[in-house]
């Protein structure tokens, strides 16, 4: 049985935050409640702390942990104890108290993975926004097929762009997995790890020709990009390397109004709309969406199965045991850019 109070990290003002002790969730309507073992970090939580900060809510994604509570109207079927791998909201003004660094967190019981018996509860903390992400950007956004769905890519080339970002990690996988050939850009230092996911070719951002010699090998049909990255120097990459026939960029942050074509379409989205429920994004609030939200339920039975067949890689962890108190100088890696090529795991 879960303690009445538990320690989470709460935001307090721009740029600031505490560990605090506060009530344990109580169990929601479908959801169920989660002790939390590990705890994965992601650009946004500094951002969010930072640029969007909801005083007394909690921050965090991603998480992996164990069944703790189940309510009898949750419609995935758990049983206590079981090991799940999830992401949650964070800083969110509707649910203060949604949020992954913390010891508890409760969550809907249908947007979580079952954990794999090979996979240890570090490695578990790391996918499940990525997968969220990479799902929307690509099969939603995009309109690609689901691996083992539909006719799949038959060889249609796809740009990931910021191949060894932990969402492209994944989301290399899901289209290759999806018949797509996937191109991708990185560091040079990086191309055989961004192969050894499935891209068939990797390209140096850095490279001032880089567009040029992606369309080069595409042959001018590149007519999809995902950009993981979606700043700087990319949207202009992006928007050279696609066909000169036009085509469609899904991004995570909004591009520049004039990125340099007018027959591209930039989709710019949020994965927070997938929970289907009204959510918080800094001082706005917006509606749920049921039908992202059935797009996700599908999406996580999709990569479940992916990862229990052991046809997925996760990001590679950095593990720390620190807990909850070495999630501030995980905060500050993230933000200076020092954790490229891993995720930042911290165990609770």
Same mark, same amino acid.
């Given at each position: 049985? +879960?303690?009445?109070?538990?320690?989470?990290?709460?935001?307090?003002?721009?740029? @600031? +935050?505490?560990?605090?002790?506060?009530?344990?969730?109580?169990?929601? !309507?479908?959801?169920?409640?989660?002790?939390?073992?590990?705890?994965?970090?992601?650009? #946004?939580?500094?951002? $969010?702390?930072?640029?969007?900060?909801?005083?007394?809510?909690?921050?965090?994604?991603?998480?992996?942990?164990? #069944?703790?509570?189940?309510?009898?109207?949750?419609?995935?079927?758990?049983?206590?104890?079981?090991?799940?791998?999830?992401?949650?909201?964070?800083? $969110?003004?509707?649910?203060?108290? =949604?949020?992954?660094?913390?010891?508890?967190?409760?969550?809907?019981? =249908?947007?979580?993975?079952?954990?794999?018996?090979?996979?240890?509860?570090?490695?578990?903390?790391?996918?499940?926004?990525?997968? +969220?992400? &990479?799902?929307?950007?690509?099969?939603?956004?995009?309109?690609?097929?689901?691996?083992?769905?539909?006719?799949?890519?038959?060889?249609?080339?796809?740009?990931?762009?910021?191949?060894?970002?932990?969402?492209?990690?994944?989301?290399?996988?899901?289209?290759?997995?999806?018949?797509?050939?996937?191109?991708?850009?990185?560091?040079?230092?990086?191309? !055989?790890?961004?192969?050894?996911? %499935?891209?068939?070719?990797?390209?140096?951002?850095?490279?001032?020709?880089?567009? &040029?010699?992606?369309?080069?090998?595409?042959?001018?049909?590149?007519? *999809?990009?995902?950009?993981?990255?979606?700043?700087? !120097?990319?949207? @202009?990459?992006?928007? +050279?390397?696609?066909?000169?026939?036009?085509?469609?960029?899904?991004?995570?942050?909004?591009?520049?109004?004039?990125?340099?074509?007018?027959?591209?379409?930039?989709?710019?989205?949020?994965?927070?709309?997938?929970?289907?429920?009204?959510?918080?994004? %800094?001082?706005?609030?917006?509606?749920?969406?049921?039908?992202?939200?059935?797009?996700?339920?599908?999406?996580?039975?999709?990569?479940?199965?992916?990862?229990? !067949?052991? @046809?997925?890689?996760?990001?590679?962890?950095?593990?720390?045991?620190?807990?909850?108190?070495?999630?501030?100088?995980?905060?500050?890696?993230? *933000?200076? %850019?020092?954790?490229? %090529?891993? *995720?930042?795991?911290?165990?609770?």
């Amino acid at each position: 049985m +879960a303690p009445s109070t538990m320690k989470a990290i709460k935001v307090i003002s721009a740029g @600031k +935050a505490e560990i605090q002790d506060v009530p344990v969730p109580a169990l929601r !309507d479908g959801c169920v409640l989660i002790k939390i073992s590990c705890v994965a970090m992601n650009p #946004i939580d500094w951002m $969010n702390r930072d640029y969007l900060p909801i005083a007394g809510s909690t921050l965090g994604c991603d998480f992996s942990g164990t #069944i703790e509570d189940i309510d009898s109207n949750a419609t995935k079927q758990w049983t206590k104890g079981d090991r799940v791998s999830g992401w949650t909201l964070q800083n $969110n003004i509707v649910q203060k108290e =949604d949020g992954a660094f913390a010891e508890y967190v409760v969550i809907n019981a =249908d947007l979580l993975l079952r954990v794999p018996d090979s996979m240890t509860d570090e490695e578990a903390a790391s996918p499940s926004a990525g997968i +969220a992400t &990479a799902g929307m950007g690509l099969f939603q956004k995009l309109g690609m097929d689901f691996p083992g769905e539909g006719e799949g890519g038959k060889g249609e080339f796809v740009l990931i762009y910021g191949g060894t970002s932990a969402t492209a990690t994944i989301a290399i996988q899901f289209a290759k997995l999806a018949g797509y050939e996937v191109v991708t850009t990185c560091s040079a230092r990086s191309f !055989d790890h961004v192969k050894s996911l %499935g891209a068939s070719a990797a390209f140096d951002y850095k490279d001032p020709d880089c567009a &040029a010699k992606i369309r080069e090998h595409t042959g001018d049909k590149l007519t *999809k990009i995902f950009d993981t990255i979606s700043k700087d !120097d990319s949207p @202009k990459i992006c928007a +050279a390397a696609i066909s000169s026939n036009g085509g469609t960029i899904s991004t995570t942050l909004p591009y520049p109004e004039d990125f340099g074509r007018k027959d591209v379409t930039a989709v710019m989205f949020y994965t927070l709309g997938l929970w289907g429920k009204e959510f918080g994004y %800094g001082e706005q609030v917006f509606p749920g969406n049921p039908d992202d939200f059935e797009f996700a339920k599908h999406l996580y039975d999709v990569a479940e199965k992916l990862l229990h !067949d052991g @046809k997925i890689k996760v990001h590679q962890p950095k593990t720390s045991e620190t807990g909850l108190e070495g999630v501030f100088d995980g905060l500050e890696l993230i *933000k200076n %850019g020092q954790a490229s %090529g891993v *995720k930042l795991v911290y165990k609770l």
